[in-house]
């Protein structure tokens, strides 16, 4: 399997653009989870999904950050209108079943700069 | 409100010898931790993790260990190596149906050859 796939891997813009994040689980993970990570605030949970649904969204910073997941093998995330504050590295995650004993994976990340 | 903390951002050991990184929580209602470690440009991979009915749990080189009357988890890697230079992200996990996890800040370790 091709692990967790995320693109674009950086993205470099300006202050008040849009910008969207996209993620491919693993085929047949039926979890799906948004982090960001600086280095304040280490490894945040954004938001997840089980089956497609958005479960909880209590770590999105702001109505500027919005997720969907409109079918099992792809979400996003979305940043409108973006600031330099929000410049951090994006991971998406995706596991099996709806528990924390069955492992996170983790793909490589988006590294996003807003000047 | 940082439920689960890594007060040491970064740790050099000499190859061959023991780390030891910690970790700290305040919610008693963590009942499964679990460590991480990360390489640069990756993302973070599974590495260990600890119910919390246990005190114990070991993997090879790796031992996590778990206090819940001082609330403190720590990992052991016994013996050091150069390629366990890596960022150790603490998690946990509140009981019930969820999957989801609260991650400390990390702390970077590096291995002297």
């Known amino acids: 399997d091709a692990g967790v796939i995320q693109s674009p891997r950086h993205e470099v813009t300006e202050m008040g653009q849009e910008v969207t994040l996209r993620c491919k689980p693993i085929?047949?993970?039926?979890?799906l989870f948004w982090y960001r990570q600086t280095m304040m605030r280490g490894l945040e949970l954004l938001i997840y999904?089980?089956?497609?649904?958005?479960?909880?969204d209590s770590g999105m910073p702001e109505d500027r950050f919005s997720a969907k997941m409109p079918n099992a093998s792809f979400s996003t995330l979305k940043i409108q209108p973006s600031e330099p504050r929000d410049s951090a590295v994006y991971f998406c995650?995706?596991?099996?079943?709806?528990?924390?004993?069955?492992?996170?994976?983790f793909g490589p990340g988006t590294r996003l700069t807003v000047l | 409100d940082q439920q689960v903390k890594q007060n040491s951002p970064s740790l050099s050991v000499q190859e061959g010898r023991i780390s030891i990184l910690n970790c700290d929580y305040t919610?008693?209602?963590?009942?499964?931790f679990l460590w991480y470690k990360k390489y640069p440009a990756e993302g973070p991979t599974f590495l260990i993790s600890?119910?919390?009915?246990?005190d114990k749990n070991e993997d090879g080189r790796f031992t996590v260990f778990l206090n819940k009357s001082a609330k403190h988890l720590s990992l052991h890697i016994v013996p050091s190596q150069p390629g366990d230079s890596a960022v150790y992200f603490c998690?946990?996990?509140?009981?019930?149906?969820?999957?989801?996890?609260?991650f400390g800040t990390g702390t970077l370790l590096a291995v002297q050859p």
């Open positions: 995650a995706s596991s099996l079943g709806a528990f924390s004993y069955n492992e996170q994976f």
């Open positions: 085929s047949g993970h039926n979890s």
């Open positions: 999904f089980n089956n497609n649904v958005p479960i909880d």
């Open positions: 600890i119910s919390s009915i246990k």
């Open positions: 998690a946990a996990r509140i009981g019930g149906a969820t999957n989801k996890l609260i």
């Open positions: 919610n008693s209602m963590f009942d499964y």
